[in-house]
């Protein structure tokens, strides 16, 4: 048996191994999942770097998925893990930073050089609270990255014992879990951020379009209320460089666009539906007549 080694050459404690469930997330979640990952790793560099006043590196990995009881299991001993309070969602999620990052953290909130240590003892009072600033930045950085998906004010609290821990969800309820690796100058471990997958899902479920009751884009919560350019054209004529040139005042251009022939719908330049044009009242309007690819529309 091969038993990794720690600092100084002393053995590192072996952890149980536990299977983690298979991923239950569809190719769509975890794709709107990727970008809720990498826009919180673009804020929270941004936010860390300027925190400890150090040049400070992330990257991403895969989402997974955990249950609370396998992703206690797999904390090392000692541990720096927080609970996530994510209302109005429902479920508790969960902060964990490695241990030796988080004292490389610590020594360079307090003026040092910010190196890692291997330790044994749980962390300080002190290091507790300059590590409850770094929780809550992350807790910001989420509630905004999940913004794209669903609306929440997630609250971190202080580093409680594993069984407090525990009883803050059921053993076997589903946590989705961003994982990040974390690089400073003297220092390197892993950051990861779980979010109570039940909860989460259903959101995911109305943004991607994958539930029978989320067609309506008014469903996807705060996509309903976003503004976007929308516009009806004409098909495209082409011009030469010269025929632009020598365009003058009162010349007329023909369009490659039939009479018989419906409008294209544009939102945000993306070609969506065939619309007749025509006026209401004093202003111009628009009638929808079917899906971009009706007949005579330009798909």
Not at 25 to 50: M, P, W
Request: some cysteine.
């Amino acid at each position: 048996m091969v038993v990794p080694l720690g600092r100084g050459g002393r053995p590192k404690p072996l952890r149980r191994f536990r299977v983690r469930p298979a991923s239950t997330l569809k190719d769509e979640h975890e794709q709107v999942l990727a970008l809720v990952g990498q826009n919180f790793c673009r804020l929270f560099t941004a936010d860390l770097s300027t925190f400890v006043g150090a040049e400070v590196d992330m990257s991403t990995s895969p989402v997974q998925q955990w249950s609370w009881d396998d992703m206690l299991s797999a904390l090392p001993e000692p541990y720096c893990a927080v609970r996530l309070s994510m209302p109005p969602m429902e479920g508790t999620g969960l902060i964990t930073i490695d241990v030796p990052l988080a004292t490389a953290i610590v020594e360079k909130l307090m003026g040092g050089a910010g190196v890692a240590q291997e330790r044994r003892d749980p962390l300080t009072e002190v290091e507790l609270a300059l590590l409850n600033e770094v929780h809550q930045r992350a807790a910001t950085d989420l509630a905004e990255s999940l913004s794209l998906v669903v609306r929440t004010e997630p609250v971190a609290g202080r580093q409680e014992s594993r069984l407090e821990m525990i009883r803050a969800s059921a053993a076997r309820s589903l946590l989705i879990a961003f994982e990040f690796g974390v690089r400073m100058r003297s220092a390197e471990g892993q950051l990861r951020v779980a979010v109570p997958a039940e909860a989460l899902v259903g959101s995911l479920e109305a943004f991607a379009g994958t539930s029978a009751a989320s067609t309506s884009l008014a469903s996807t919560g705060r996509l309903g209320d976003c503004k976007v350019d929308a516009s009806v054209r004409f098909n495209e004529t082409r011009l030469s460089s010269r025929q632009v040139v020598n365009l003058a005042p009162g010349q007329v251009v023909p369009l490659a666009h039939p009479v018989d022939e419906p409008l294209l719908l544009y939102v945000g330049g993306t070609p969506l539906l065939a619309v007749l044009a025509g006026r209401r009242g004093t202003q111009k309007a628009f009638a929808v007549i079917g899906p971009s690819g009706a007949k005579g529309a330009q798909p």
